[in-house]
């Protein structure tokens, strides 16, 4: 079939774990930066759980230098914003590190890092500082105490299968986190933004929210829309991450929210481990799937298959971050083949990682090149070919 090129405004995903300083063995922004060019990004933002992790306005501007000397190596004027890591110990660093991050990061449940806020009271604090500010609050919504109970109910032999990750991650972890976060957001006037959605109660409670007035954005993520629990049964702890795969009910809620626009955007919550890290057995693996360098042919394949509208697509992917970040607009496109079936290969990737949870998917909509800053840089991920070499370390 021959080619069809199609032009669309260039992605943002709100969303990734790019691992400096700390992490680097796994991603750093010269890898990072040609996956988000790879996959049609230009611009990211980025996760605060790094080692250390960026609490501090003197963190933050340590990580700064180090991304802008990454990006400048490999000539990626990748467009990006960080978050800022909520700690107990830290409130007070939303007003002094204020105009350097993007929003503030809090992990009400722990995930990978130390990040976690636990603590009602602080979190309140934050919601209120954030108000005050102006600032957004984005929420990694699972209840620490609800998943540490329910861990200590299960036996020790369940908690070897990586199955038990979807039980002990719960979906009333996520619900009533979500919910706190809401009263709050009702409380102050906090802007929120609600991190990868994963069920359909989040989805049901956001459109209330929405209603209510609240002033709230929710997210979801490529793997809780495209895949579900039966992926541990072929993927092992590959298919593990934080929030978990839910059930095909939450998947078809969860198309449905992005379709009538409870679901405002899409972020791969790109989070790097190495294969070797992966293959380890639950319970030492780490939680996290790399997603930036298949976002888009995953998307555009919905569009092809009429699950998703263009229209959706562009306002998933790019307007609606756009407006509640409040970022500065830009003409940079990404020229997708929407004709051309070609099958996932992680170890084609330009993340450092290697490996994709959707190897082998035989998708269209792969991009040809991206225009960022006016200058065409093109894909060769797509293109690339020859044998597979295997996961990087
Ligand atoms: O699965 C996850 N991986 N969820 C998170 O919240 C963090 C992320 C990571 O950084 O690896
Ligand atoms: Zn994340």
Not at 226 to 248: C, D, I, V
Request: net charge neutral.
């Amino acid at each position: 079939m021959s080619s069809a090129l199609l032009t669309l405004p260039a992605l943002i995903d709100p969303h990734v774990h790019f691992r400096v300083p700390g992490g680097e063995h796994k991603e750093d922004w010269r890898t990072g930066a040609a996956a988000a060019i790879a996959g049609g990004v230009t611009t990211v933002l980025d996760m605060p759980n790094n080692n250390p992790a960026c609490t501090t306005k003197e963190r933050l501007e340590e990580k700064k230098r180090l991304i802008d000397a990454q990006l400048a190596e490999v000539g990626i004027p990748l467009r990006y914003g960080l978050y800022l890591g909520a700690s107990e110990k830290t409130v007070s660093e939303i007003e002094n590190a204020r105009g350097g991050y993007i929003g503030i990061k809090v992990f009400l449940g722990q995930s990978t890092g130390d990040l976690l806020m636990d603590n009602d009271t602080a979190f309140e604090e934050v919601c209120h500082t954030a108000a005050r500010l102006g600032t957004i609050v984005a929420v990694h919504a699972e209840d620490e105490k609800i998943m540490q109970n329910l861990k200590a109910s299960l036996s020790p032999e369940s908690l070897t299968n990586v199955r038990v990750h979807s039980r002990i991650r719960g979906r009333e972890a996520a619900i009533t986190a979500m919910k706190k976060a809401i009263a709050l957001g009702k409380k102050y006037g906090t802007k929120l933004y609600i991190l990868h959605a994963s069920t359909k109660e989040e989805v049901a409670l956001i459109r209330q929210a929405k209603h209510d007035g609240v002033t709230i954005a929710l997210e979801t993520t490529p793997h809780h829309l495209f895949l579900n629990e039966s992926a541990y049964e072929t993927l092992g702890t590959k298919a593990q991450m934080n929030p978990p795969l839910r059930t095909p009910e939450d998947q078809a809620a969860l198309w449905e929210g992005l379709m009538d626009g409870t679901i405002d955007t899409i972020g791969t919550d790109h989070a790097p481990h190495t294969l070797e890290e992966k293959g380890q057995p639950y319970g030492k693996a780490p939680s996290g799937v790399p997603g930036i360098e298949t976002l888009l042919p995953l998307l555009l394949t919905a569009v092809r298959d009429g699950k998703l509208t263009l229209d959706r697509f562009m306002a998933v992917t790019r307007t609606n971050a756009e407006k509640f970040f409040d970022l500065p607009s830009n003409d940079d496109t990404v020229v997708v083949d929407m004709n051309t079936v070609r099958p996932v290969r992680g170890s084609t990737f330009k993340t450092k990682c290697g490996w994709s949870p959707f190897e082998g998917w035989e998708l269209v909509g792969w991009p040809a090149y991206t225009v960022l800053r006016g200058k065409k840089v093109e894909s060769t991920t797509a293109s690339r070919r020859g044998p597979a070499k295997g996961g990087r370390k």
